[in-house]
């Protein structure tokens, strides 16, 4: 790096310089943003290199990582320039596209293999893994000053968040508790909130739903304003992610749970309440009336690109999909952002949430160096480069989100967002219950859910049968 | 002599017509789909009339892609000579070693040689993943895990049956008189096989191996779980088209267009050899 630009970031670093000034004399000496971005990113880690923590303790040694196809590795891959300058170590890493990334993980962790170190997961996935013997408990390294950098900040990481990653392995264990393993740290993470399309609400004078019949009647109101398209886009599909987004974080707004834990840690069906009954009515009629026509096969990408394209009103789901689809899609610019409550009586929204984490694996043989890259990865300075040069939206650090340039950059291109998630993060962690059915669980419940979509069984009756089943395959388990 | 009707040359016509627009329809929409930005593909309601554009051919040709998040890298072109090494090479080795034990099993009957057979075409019975956790296991043992020799070797689960199986029934077929022939003539076992069996086998052993070819194009998961991103062939490379920031359609139907074409002038090329290989070796005289 030239001087006159090194003084600019170091004046800037020091606290002597503003933001604004530092753009504005970079841009004079022919500095573009987004470079700069960079620039100021080496001159971070050139800071966290003098923190008095052996960074190079590890040089020369190569460490691999499997990577899903995602903005939140485009982000990593960006910035690893720096953490080989800061460390002296090599990273190479393999990126699989997300359709078929869990099963390359799965056969890697399954089969013993030493091929990969570290590698993105979700952090649902670590209630498999971490119980079979795949991955770490990292708190071993988080709690070991000689193996983490001074600077890491663990409490720094949003509480929701951090905890969510965390689970004693015990069938109905509360996620973050004191006994909790570390199976995962968060890199990212979604909200579920509303996005919906202002261009659409405005010609039609429609408000932003405030709670659940509001949603249902201003989903109704928005397929009658569209012109062949629908009110409101949610997932569908025979899969454990339609309940997960904006269905379980409504639903837990009201309180209700997928299930009981009894003081013996015996596990029961939850979701045949008259809460929950009357909440499954509302949605299934909101869907029938107002929702895709082929909603049963709707996924994250059917949901996605239908707001992007201008086919759907609205959308209850994650906040990040309608941050990716405001940009480069038909309705690019015209999708705003809003914070969900669905019970009319809750203070605040209580989002169930979706985190891409790092896990290491336990079958690494380089385990403290991979734990150097994952700290370096899930620290203060990578969150705060991705969430403003890149898009680690959103990014899972509260210093990050206090960050003046990062919230101006959102709140210029994506009106509501920063409201949205400060309103939000306080309520949001994972919702479910963590138990090794998981999957084969909620994906019955969604199963459950098209029927009564689909008229083949009334709500009532089909939420009894759901948790009749729910609980014979808990007994089956040993669980219930 | 033309015993046809008029009325019966027309709705023949208009039946093989539908049949075709039937059949050939997705595949027009998806050649269609591959000249248009994602913008157009996704109007409301879609329309056959739009401004052609070569964008996405570029992106998967250059291996750079423009979406919503970004330009990513793509690795398209890498994912398809992945396909057609492995595959070409799959199917080479199947021949080597599936033709002349398809004419063992075919003319030498021997003790166990029913069993044996059917042993090799068991290969296609199990669950792939059944077989690749333990081969992962394995394979990294003896230093064979993210090699191209190493998956050459377990496409051979695909290739071998299906070439064994198929030119064995075309050697049954083959009058062993004619061998015989040959052989009291003076020539030697290897001599009969090579002059005789193999040249009368040809069409058989084509499209044996044209539908091996086929079949190891269209694997899936054996790359995916055995090797790492640089060997992954085209039908897992495909998928990253599919993001988390949008499903990028345009893109999806070129790399559609661009991957069936090998096979698809394979097969053309092959035609004849197919039809006639495919039935003269599964009847029996």
Redesign the interface.
Known sequence: MYDKEKKLIDAYMAGSMSRRSLIRGLGSLGVTAATAGVLVNAAATRALAQNGFDWKKHSGTTVKLLLN???YA?ALIANLDNFKELTGMDVEY???????YF??VT??L??????YDAFMTGAYMTWTYGPAGWVDDLNEYIMDDSKTNPDYNWEDVLEGVRKSCAWNGRPGGALGSDDAKQWCIPLAYEQNNLTYNKRVFDSAGLSVPGNIDELVETAAAAKAAM???YGIGVRGSRSWATIHPGFLSGYANFGQKDLNVSDDGKLSAAMNTDVSKDYHAKWVKMIQDSGAPDWSTHT??QV??DV????SAMMFDAD??GY??N????E?GNLAFAPFAANPDAAAPTPNIWIWAMSMASASTKKDATWYFMQWVTGPEHDLFGARE??LVNPARSSVWADEMFRDKLSKSYPGYVEMHDLSAPGASIKFTAQPLFFDLTTEWAASMQKMVAGEVPVDEGLDQLAASVDSQLKDAGLG | MDTQSTLEKVLRGIAITAVILFFMFPIFWIFLMSFQTNETILRVPPSIVFEPTLTNYKALITGRLESTAGALEIEFMSNLFNSAYLSTMAVIVGLILGVPAAYAFGRLKFRGSEDIAFTLLSFRFAPPLLVLLPLTIYFQQIGLANTYFGLIWVYQLIVLPLILWIVRGYFEDIPADIEYAYRIAGHGFWATFRKIALPLAMPGIAAAGLLAFIFAWNNFIFALVLASADKQPVTVGALAFVTASGIQYGQIAAGIVLSILPTLALALYAQRYLVEGLSLGAVKG
């Open positions: 196809k995602h903005p485009d393999d990126v699989f596209p997300e359709d078929v099963d390359k056969a890697a399954s089969s013993g293999s030493t091929e012109d062949g398209g994250w990408y996605g690109t992007g394209a201008g086919k990040i999909l990716f689809m940009g480069g899609t038909a690019a890149m898009d």
